[in-house]
């Protein structure tokens, strides 16, 4: 049943509606999800579309025709091992042209927590096993967007 109740302007109340709210901000940044998981990267995209995080997806940074294109990523999430390359050594990549862009690293096996960020670049920023769930390394990365929009 929907309500036939006319919503009341802003101007008459004061208050930004939620509607308004969502308007009037700016787009939601991205994330950048390199997997060469197909099947991950699907599960990740759908769960982006529900909780409204856009999530673009490649195999390799390779992909990119320019680094000028991750300037509208908030976030990008990075496989651990890659065909032909380590996330590591992508993160550390993409870190060069944009040192401000935040990283997680992902990954199928557990890393030992020891292992996590040893030689790692600085802009990674979270190690989340794939085993956390899809909800969880979206959770991380609207985290770190939301602490990079500061």
């Given at each position: 049943m929907t309500s036939?109740?006319?919503q009341?302007?802003?101007a008459a109340t004061g208050h930004t509606s939620?509607?308004?709210a969502h308007t009037q901000s700016a787009p939601t940044p991205g994330v950048?999800?390199?997997d060469d998981d197909p099947t991950f990267c699907a599960l990740v995209e759908a769960f982006g579309r529900k909780i409204n995080v856009p999530v673009r997806h490649m195999s390799s940074v390779l992909e990119l025709k320019s680094m000028q294109e991750l300037s509208d990523i908030g976030v990008a999430i990075i496989d651990y091992h890659l065909e032909g390359s380590?996330?590591?050594e992508t993160a550390d990549l993409?870190?060069?042209f944009h040192p401000d862009l935040p990283v997680i690293v992902i990954s199928g096996d557990n890393l030992h927590?020891?292992?996590a960020h040893e030689g790692w670049p600085q802009s990674v920023k979270q190690f989340v096993p794939k085993s956390a769930g899809v909800g969880q390394i979206l959770g991380v990365?609207?985290?770190l967007m939301s602490k990079s929009a500061r």
């Open positions: 036939t109740r006319p009341q302007s802003t939620i509607r308004d950048l999800l390199i380590s996330g590591v993409i870190s060069q927590r020891r292992d990365a609207r985290t």
